[in-house]
């Protein structure tokens, strides 16, 4: 039994990264919100955990679902495409950076790190407990 590199904790880790790159684009954004002509960015973000434990299997390698995707990208940086979502409002200076939605994916994204590192702890707080079992018992 591999304890600490089960697909498992890969497809944990993968997902972390992918909602990390998407705070870093929500705080681009957000620092933006006043710059004329800048566009809403967004990363690619529809694996779900299933998706990524499936693609351990697959050699870590994502499906594309989109056309702007980029064929066999990997868990890596790169994985995610950043693009610019359509029908976005405008507002007279060209930016269309809504700060309700970007606090709204930001909070998503919040719940998402939580979520994960809550499994984490559950993960080895089990480890812990059967080792400390394991030492009380000899």
Same mark, same amino acid.
């Given at each position: 039994? %591999?304890?600490? +590199? #089960?697909? @498992?904790?890969?497809?944990?880790?993968?997902?972390?990264?992918?909602?990390? $790159?998407? $705070?870093?684009?929500?705080?681009? &954004?957000?620092? !933006?919100?006043?710059?004329?002509?800048? *566009?809403? *960015?967004?990363?690619?973000?529809?694996?779900?955990? %299933?998706?990524?434990?499936?693609? @351990? &299997?697959? #050699?870590?390698?994502?499906?594309?679902?989109?056309?702007?995707?980029?064929? +066999?990208? #990997?868990?890596?940086?790169?994985?995610?495409? /950043?693009?610019?979502?359509?029908?976005?409002?405008?507002?007279? %200076? &060209? &930016?269309? /950076? %809504?700060?309700?939605?970007?606090?709204? *994916?930001?909070?998503?994204? @919040?719940?998402?790190?939580?979520?994960?590192? $809550?499994?984490?702890? +559950?993960?080895?707080?089990?480890? @812990? !407990?059967?080792?400390?079992?394991?030492?009380? #018992?000899?």
């Amino acid at each position: 039994m %591999d304890l600490f +590199g #089960s697909e @498992t904790l890969r497809a944990i880790e993968g997902y972390m990264g992918r909602l990390s $790159q998407r $705070q870093g684009i929500i705080a681009s &954004n957000l620092a !933006n919100i006043d710059t004329p002509g800048y *566009k809403t *960015k967004e990363i690619s973000f529809h694996a779900t955990i %299933d998706e990524l434990l499936a693609d @351990t &299997n697959r #050699s870590e390698s994502l499906r594309t679902t989109r056309e702007r995707h980029i064929e +066999g990208a #990997s868990l890596g940086p790169s994985a995610n495409l /950043v693009f610019e979502p359509e029908g976005l409002i405008e507002r007279a %200076d &060209n &930016n269309n /950076v %809504d700060i309700d939605r970007e606090m709204m *994916k930001l909070s998503e994204t @919040t719940f998402g790190h939580s979520m994960m590192a $809550q499994m984490l702890r +559950g993960r080895y707080q089990r480890l @812990t !407990n059967a080792i400390n079992e394991r030492g009380s #018992s000899q």
